[in-house]
C-alpha cells in the first residue's frame, strides 16, 4: 500500500493518527499542495479528486475519503478498535464524523478559503475552480459557534464522543480543533468538558 | 425502536429504503416539516439537531444521522448485506456515501435552499436561521455538474457503486438524483451508464 498525503493539511492528519494508533507504517509521498502538485497531471491519474490523502492498496484502487480508508484499515487492522466495539459505538463513531465534517470541519474550511487571499478562485478543494463567496466566512463562523457548545454538553455526559471509548470521531475532533487554528480561533476556555476532552485526547495520542 | 420522519424529505427516503430493503418495519411518527415542526422544543428535546429523520433506539438513544442508522440496523439486521461483503466493498460504500453527501446531495440542497422563497432565512437545516447567499446557487450547480460525468465514468466498470454489491452508496445516489427534480433538474441522456444504472436501481427496489 501506499499513502499519498501532505502533512500540514487536516484531512491528511486524520489517516496519520489512525495509522500511528494502529502501529501500522505505510510507503508515504508528500504531494506538494502549496505548489499545486494534486492538480497537476500526474497526481489525478491517482485520484481524479484531486483532494490528499490517497491510499493506494496493494490492487491498485485508491480510496480518496478518509472515512473509507479508516473503514479498510479497521478491518485489516482490528487492533487496538478505533471505530466502535458495539454496534451502537459503531453508529455513533461514523454519525460524528459524519456530523464534524458537516458541522465543524466545512464551516472552519467556508471561513479558511472563503477569505484568506492564496484560495482565490480555490473556494473547495478537488479540480473545480470555484470562486470564492465571502458570504460564507460569515456562515461558517455562525456553524462553528454554533457546534462547539453542543459538544461541550455532548462530552459532560462521556468520555468520549462515541460512548466509552476513543475512535475515529475523537481523531476527527481533535485534528479539527487544531484546523481552528488555521482561522486564528481556538476552543473557548468556558469549555470546560471540551477542553477537559482535549486533555485526555492528548495524552491518549501520545 | 420508532422513527421520526417526513417521508417526501432526502434523508428520510434513505432510511425508508433501507428499512424496505431489509423487510423490517419500526414504528414511525411523521414531523412536519411544511409546519417547521421540527423546530419546536417537543422535537428538539428529541433531536436537538432539528432534522429528520431521527431513529431513537429502545434504550432512548436517538441517532440523528442516516450513516449511523444505516451502521446500527446493518448490525442488527444483517440480511441482506446492504453496506458491502468484503473490507474494500465497505471502505468504497462508505467512501461513496460522503462523496455523495458532500458533492451532490449538498450541492443540490446548495441550489434548492439559496433560491427558493420558502428558505429565507433557512438556508442550512437545524436550528440555525442563516440567510440565503444566492452565489451558492451557481456553485451548487457547478458540483453537479463536475459529479455526474464521474458517477457516469464510475459506473461503466461496476454495476453498482461499490462494486459488484448493491449497497448503501447506491440507495443513497438512487434519493439524490430523486432531489435533483426538486431543482427542475434530472440526469442528463448523455450519461448512458448512469441511465443503465437508474433502471437496474429500480428493479433492485422493486
Same mark, same amino acid.
Given at each position: 500500500?501506499?499513502?499519498?498525503?501532505?502533512?500540514?493539511?487536516?484531512?491528511?492528519?486524520?489517516?496519520?493518527?489512525?495509522?500511528?494508533?494502529?502501529?501500522?507504517? &505505510?510507503?508515504?509521498?508528500?504531494?506538494? &499542495?502549496?505548489?499545486?502538485?494534486? +492538480?497537476?497531471?500526474?497526481?489525478?491519474? =491517482?485520484?481524479?479528486?484531486?483532494?490528499?490523502?490517497?491510499?493506494?492498496?496493494?490492487?491498485?484502487?485508491? +480510496?480518496? !475519503?478518509?472515512?473509507?480508508?479508516?473503514?479498510?484499515?479497521?478491518?485489516? @487492522?482490528?487492533?487496538?478498535?478505533?471505530?466502535?466495539?458495539?454496534?451502537? !459505538?459503531?453508529? !455513533?463513531?461514523?454519525?460524528?464524523?459524519?456530523?464534524?465534517?458537516?458541522? +465543524?470541519?466545512?464551516?472552519?474550511?467556508?471561513?479558511?478559503?472563503?477569505?484568506?487571499?492564496?484560495?482565490?478562485?480555490?473556494?473547495?478543494?478537488?479540480?473545480?475552480?470555484?470562486?470564492?463567496?465571502?458570504?460564507?466566512?460569515?456562515?461558517?463562523?455562525?456553524?462553528?459557534?454554533? =457546534?462547539?457548545?453542543?459538544?461541550?454538553?455532548?462530552?459532560?455526559?462521556?468520555?468520549?464522543?462515541?460512548?466509552?471509548?476513543?475512535?475515529?470521531?475523537? =481523531?476527527?475532533? @481533535?485534528?479539527? =480543533?487544531?484546523?481552528?487554528?488555521?482561522?486564528?480561533?481556538?476552543?473557548?476556555?468556558? @469549555?470546560?468538558?471540551?477542553?477537559?476532552?482535549?486533555?485526555?485526547?492528548?495524552?491518549?495520542?501520545?
Amino acid at each position: 500500500m501506499k499513502v499519498y498525503t501532505y502533512d500540514p493539511a487536516p484531512n491528511p492528519q486524520r489517516l496519520a493518527i489512525f495509522l500511528k494508533l494502529k502501529g501500522v507504517e &505505510i510507503a508515504t509521498q508528500q504531494v506538494d &499542495i502549496a505548489a499545486a502538485e494534486q +492538480l497537476g497531471a500526474a497526481y489525478r491519474e =491517482i485520484n481524479p479528486a484531486a483532494t490528499v490523502p490517497t491510499l493506494v492498496l496493494d490492487d491498485g484502487t485508491a +480510496l480518496s !475519503e478518509v472515512i473509507g480508508m479508516y473503514t479498510y484499515l479497521e478491518a485489516l @487492522y482490528p487492533e487496538p478498535p478505533l471505530m466502535g466495539q458495539t454496534p451502537l !459505538e459503531r453508529a !455513533e463513531a461514523v454519525s460524528w464524523c459524519h456530523k464534524l465534517s458537516n458541522g +465543524l470541519t466545512l464551516g472552519i474550511a467556508s471561513v479558511f478559503r472563503n477569505r484568506s487571499k492564496g484560495f482565490r478562485d480555490r473556494a473547495l478543494p478537488g479540480p473545480l475552480n470555484l470562486p470564492q463567496i465571502p458570504a460564507l466566512v460569515e456562515r461558517g463562523q455562525r456553524q462553528i459557534d454554533a =457546534i462547539l457548545p453542543q459538544l461541550d454538553a455532548h462530552l459532560a455526559d462521556l468520555p468520549w464522543l462515541a460512548g466509552d471509548n476513543f475512535t475515529v470521531a475523537d =481523531i476527527d475532533l @481533535y485534528v479539527a =480543533i487544531g484546523f481552528l487554528s488555521w482561522i486564528k480561533r481556538s476552543v473557548p476556555e468556558t @469549555y470546560t468538558e471540551l477542553i477537559a476532552w482535549q486533555e485526555r485526547a492528548n495524552e491518549r495520542m501520545g
